[in-house]
């Protein structure tokens, strides 16, 4: 076990003319787990055949599309469709990286560059060549909310839907003005992308690519280089490789596809020779050895809104664990709670608790609070359900009267007064971590236990 120690307030406001006031320092403490202790499956279980085939159609669902039913297509992708760019362009609450808010002319611009009158103005098939991000927009410019809320400011970017790891394959419908931004259907949503990061592919690159052996990393750093390119790519846990059987001359060695672009932007496939026991193969079963080395990759890896910075948010984390396993779940975590047999959880905290620890199944079910998602993965020697997660934070509430009054007049980045008249704020995680259900639960009640907000579960194996 190691506690994670945070002093949230230790500090007066005598600057502001505010009556010093001996307290006692509030300390909130997250006790978090190791994975060792987690209840491992105790027997191999071989994933159907059915499933990882449901896998790669859906992961080159991409490719099928054909372009006389791509508007119908397109409505059945998640992500923001073209429209969004009208409301953005009439809202004047977002908040750029500078904390000021986006000018109506910076707003135009982007929506002059986007050219929807011309769409679709494209159509051809692409791959993504390198770790980039799907937008809402074509702009990297980030779409923050008021950063003196709790909760928002960095890293809530909301024009990032997410992250698109590289050898992934979407249908280019659409390019904007400058030709810098495309709008692509990947498998897991609909957006913009930069067309630095995509190649266009024919025929041809499809059939090469699809050898029927996939295969998907165990590990997130994992170097992808040829040796008659500089072009390369470190691969990531969730990627898709291609590769072909056992060389008889390297034993131990793989060759996996991964795909650049020449000079007019057209797909090349280029070859890496990586150690077998980097990847998982056709013939995947889910094991104890390979689950923990799978979870210790994942353990303290920075939260990533959205995938931003090529790191995972909550619902990223075990779609990509799942992904190695060849199960699909969707990219939205409201949409992943769908994906299986859903159960309602309600009643006190120790009812719930009683209800995960007699349905959930370690590593197979989801649990959901709003927003965040999490992993069962077994229970604490003293019987607590235990849980994997990408967290930012947890909500913290505040009753301090001084804090109050300067908070009116000097305001504190991420604490805001509620409509009940409550300091809000969070207590910052921004990892993966894994704690109890029960974490945030301390004696002075400042932050919230995430078991009270915690409202369905879902076994995603079972119909």
Not at 18 to 42: A, N
Not at 99 to 116: C, G
Not at 144 to 154: I, P, R, T
Request: aromatic fraction near 12%; proline fraction near 5%.
């Amino acid at each position: 076990m190691r506690p994670l120690l945070i002093l949230v307030v230790s500090c007066f406001f005598g600057c502001f003319g505010c009556k010093k006031v001996d307290k006692k320092p509030l300390t909130i403490q997250v006790q978090t787990y190791d994975y060792d202790l987690l209840d491992y499956p105790g027997k191999d279980i071989k994933i159907p055949d059915s499933l990882q085939n449901e896998f790669i159609k859906n992961f080159f669902a991409p490719w099928k599309i054909q372009p006389d039913n791509l508007l119908i297509t397109l409505a059945a992708f998640p992500g923001k469709a073209l429209p969004y760019l009208d409301t953005y362009l009439h809202d004047d609450a977002w908040y750029g990286e500078n904390k000021k808010q986006h000018k109506k002319h910076q707003r135009a611009a982007i929506v002059a560059n986007a050219d929807t009158d011309g769409f679709p103005n494209f159509q051809k098939k692409g791959i993504i060549i390198a770790h980039t991000n799907l937008r809402r927009l074509p702009t990297n410019k980030p779409g923050f909310d008021l950063y003196s809320k709790a909760g928002e400011g960095f890293p809530f970017d909301y024009f990032q839907e997410t992250a698109l790891w590289a050898n992934t394959p979407v249908f280019i419908a659409h390019t904007t003005k400058d030709k810098q931004w495309c709008y692509v259907i990947s498998p897991y949503y609909k957006g913009w992308v930069s067309m630095h990061d995509l190649a266009v592919v024919d025929q041809d690159f499809i059939e090469q690519w699809s050898t029927g052996n996939y295969s998907l990393p165990k590990l997130d750093d994992l170097s992808l280089r040829n040796d008659d390119s500089l072009f390369a790519v470190n691969a990531k846990m969730g990627m898709v490789l291609p590769y072909d059987e056992a060389s008889v001359e390297n034993p131990g060695k793989i060759a996996v596809y991964f795909a650049t672009a020449d000079e007019k932007q057209n797909g090349m496939i280029l070859k890496a020779e990586v150690d077998q026991n980097t990847l998982a193969l056709g013939d995947v079963t889910i094991r104890e050895d390979n689950l923990r080395e799978l979870v210790s990759n994942l353990i303290g890896r920075p939260y990533g809104w959205g995938g931003n910075l090529e790191n995972r948010d909550c619902s990223s984390m075990i779609r990509d664990l799942f992904s190695t396993y060849k199960i699909w779940l969707p990219r939205d975590s409201k949409d992943q709670i769908k994906h299986g047999h859903k159960y309602d959880l309600s009643g006190t905290s120790e009812e719930k608790i009683a209800f995960i620890k007699e349905k959930a199944i370690p590593f197979f079910t989801i649990l959901r609070k709003k927003g965040h998602n999490m992993l069962y993965v077994g229970n604490t020697p003293d019987g607590e359900p235990l849980i994997l997660h990408a967290i930012w934070g947890l909500k913290t509430t505040y009753s301090d009267m001084a804090l109050e009054d300067v908070v009116k007049t000097y305001p504190i980045e991420g604490i805001h007064k509620d409509e009940n008249g409550l300091l809000r704020g969070r207590h910052i995680i921004g990892e993966a971590v894994i704690t109890s259900v029960s974490a945030g639960g301390v004696e002075d009640e400042v932050t919230t236990p995430l078991i009270e907000e915690i409202y369905a579960m879902t076994n995603i194996l079972e119909d």
